[in-house]
């Protein structure tokens, strides 16, 4: 047997033992790298940095630990982007019953965080509300469209003080009365619950979303068509986001040189305050490395494949 | 718990569809559990050649608000909840409109009694299974026994933080009770976890898959991997952003802003905005076609599974 066909039949445990080593190296050693972040990228980033201060925002949480490796990084960057432009926001899920605990989880970690910096820190009923769960996504969706506060009529917040007040009470909705009233809507998701989101309110308020890789080609049609006006996709996005978040957009000029300016975002400044490189960073290298391995494989795979055929006098 | 009056609590406005606490909504609630006992007695005698045209009703009148909704002419940039209806298209308008929380509503209710018909199922099939010592019973002890802690300390962490906790000091770790612990030992520690770890077990499996089954065999299969790799190779930040760089001073240097088109991730803008964008809208377009055609057959009853 030739080196050749040995390779064409080499143990599947070999190439997992390689890829667990390769992954877990690049773990340990997190650093920044320069990147080109993607028009899509950019323009959610530049979306939610254009938003008034204070704005109301409707953040949908599809997403559990299942896409952690994507999704939580998503949902980080999104919260400390929502608080260092001090809006409010409400958030709940309509795909996965476990999703707002896991967002929870997520908040208490970022608000932490944020107190630990000498940040202000983000209170439930006052800066943020919390709505649980809602089984369908088609109606929730499409009631939220028609009646925002019949959709969400009843929904009790708890208040920094430990009490319980109607949502609709909060500093955050006292003045939201439909849809329309919230600056925008953000989906999070590792579904097609976007889509949903999309068809039912996209002609009711600005929709933006942070979705993962295996999701992300179904949603890039919406972008191309306005539908809606940024999105991040899978780890790429998650350090796209954190990268704007170091250094802003400045599309205008290159190196002080005037650039094209048609479709660009313009200059969109970074933030100045609290956490910005964090889970995107760490697993970047990281995902260099995997796709490093994985062209890899695909290369050596069709070496081998060509070596062995030759060797065998088969047509090539 | 206070449930009830939460429940009531829950109108905020009076429609057709809604009525505050008062003894117009009492009368309602009787005569809506009367007409509910009601119709479970008379669908239990419907025969059995009728059942299929109680389904079809049911699932014809479940569709038409939305269809109606979306059909009915409406003004084009009408408040249902400052506007009063002009004539008489506009109010049926404004009733749909009303009717679509209603309806969503009873849509969610159904679709969490369905997740207590598949509870239901799913712990009446393991307990039969263990009654029965068939093939595999241990693992159905694991999973009612999983499936017990977790809804049973779910629930108490729930009320707990819900109803007795009224300075929000739960929300400090180092006042948590076992209660919280153990809430947090099953769901953060071992349910996400293990569902972290089911996922990533894909990544072994992609690899594994790449190095056998990824073949330039035919004119297809090359035209595949090379967009795929364009596209693999635009996620990699270091390489694209050196690349690009590179092309920028060049075409700086010479003065031919054409040779900016081979900037990697300019070759990945072109495949997604130009290819993969445009087929899969047009996979949408066929999808959406097949499932306007399927769902019209469903609401209309003309599809005949499912049904009989």
Not at chain 1, 1 to 10: C, L, P
Not at chain 2, 65 to 73: D, E, F, G, N, T
Not at chain 2, 192 to 206: E, H, K, V
Not at chain 2, 253 to 267: D, E, Q, R, S, Y
């Amino acid at each position: 047997m030739t080196i050749w066909e040995k390779m064409q039949k080499i143990d599947r445990r070999i190439l997992y033992g390689i890829l667990v080593v390769c992954v877990c190296i690049g773990l340990f050693f997190p650093s920044t790298i320069r990147t080109d972040p993607d028009p899509s990228s950019k323009s959610f980033y530049a979306a939610v940095q254009k938003l008034p201060k204070g704005s109301t925002i409707i953040v949908q949480t599809d997403w559990t630990n299942s896409t952690r490796g994507e999704s939580l990084g998503h949902f980080e960057n999104l919260m400390r982007l929502l608080m260092n432009g001090e809006h409010k926001f409400v958030f709940y899920s309509a795909a996965d019953p476990a999703a707002p605990q896991v967002a929870r989880t997520v908040l208490a970690r970022i608000v932490a965080e944020r107190k630990s910096q000498g940040l202000r820190e983000y209170k439930v009923g006052e800066d943020y509300v919390d709505l649980g769960f809602f089984p369908n996504a088609e109606a929730t969706n499409t009631s939220m469209g028609a009646n925002l506060k019949a959709a969400w009529a009843g929904r009790k917040s708890k208040t920094p003080s430990g009490t319980e007040i109607d949502i609709f009470k909060t500093p955050v909705l006292a003045n939201v009365n439909r849809i329309e009233d919230c600056q925008m809507m953000i989906v999070i998701t590792a579904s097609q619950s976007i889509d949903i989101a999309v068809q039912r309110l996209a002609q009711k308020i600005d929709i933006t979303a942070l979705v993962t890789g295996v999701v992300g080609p179904t949603v890039l049609p919406f972008y191309q068509s306005d539908q809606i006006k940024g999105v991040a996709v899978g780890l790429k996005g998650v350090y796209d986001i954190e990268y704007l978040m170091e250094y802003g957009i400045d599309d205008v000029k290159i190196e002080g040189q005037p650039y094209a300016t048609a479709g660009k975002e313009g200059p969109v400044p970074k933030t100045e305050i609290g956490t910005r490189f964090s889970r995107g960073r760490q697993y970047y290298g990281t995902l260099h490395v995997a796709l490093t391995l994985l062209i890899l494989a695909v290369v050596m795979g069709n070496v081998a494949m060509f070596a062995a055929r030759r060797r065998k006098g088969e047509k090539v | 718990m206070n449930l009830f009056p939460m429940m009531l609590g829950q109108v905020v406005e009076e429609s057709f569809w809604k009525r505050l606490p008062g003894p117009a909504l009492y009368g309602f609630l009787v005569l809506g559990l009367l007409f509910g006992i009601g119709l479970c007695f008379a669908l239990s005698r419907v025969p059995s050649n009728m059942r299929r045209w109680v389904i079809v009703s049911f699932t014809f009148l479940a569709g038409l608000p939305y269809v109606a909704a979306y059909l009915w002419p409406i003004p084009v940039a009408a408040d249902f909840q400052t506007e009063i209806p002009r004539n008489g298209v506009e109010s049926v308008g404004f009733f749909l409109n009303q009717a679509m929380d209603p309806v969503g509503t009873i849509t969610n209710i159904i679709q969490g009694f369905l997740l207590g018909v598949g509870f239901y199922s799913l712990v009446r099939i393991h307990l039969t299974k263990v009654k029965r010592k068939q093939e595999n019973w241990g693992f159905s002890i694991v999973l009612l026994t999983c499936f017990v802690l977790m809804a049973g300390f779910g629930l108490r962490d729930w009320q707990i933080r819900t109803f007795m906790d009224d300075t929000g000091a739960l929300n400090v770790r180092d006042n948590w009770t076992f209660v919280n612990y153990a809430q947090d030992f099953l769901f953060e520690g071992l349910y996400q976890q293990m569902d972290s770890a089911m996922f990533s077990m894909i990544a072994f499996f992609i690899l594994s898959a790449a190095y056998r089954a990824f073949r330039v065999r035919s004119v297809e299969a090359t035209v595949m991997m090379a967009s795929a790799l364009i596209l693999m190779l635009n996620l990699m930040g270091a390489l694209t952003f050196a690349q690009g760089s590179a092309i920028n001073e060049l075409a700086g240097n010479t003065n031919n802003l054409f040779l900016l088109n081979f900037k990697i991730n300019t070759f990945a803008d072109w495949l997604r905005s130009t290819m993969q964008i445009p087929a899969i809208r047009a996979i949408d377009f066929g999808v959406g076609l097949g499932a306007l055609a399927m769902g019209l057959r469903l609401w209309l009853g003309l599809e005949k599974g499912g049904v009989t």
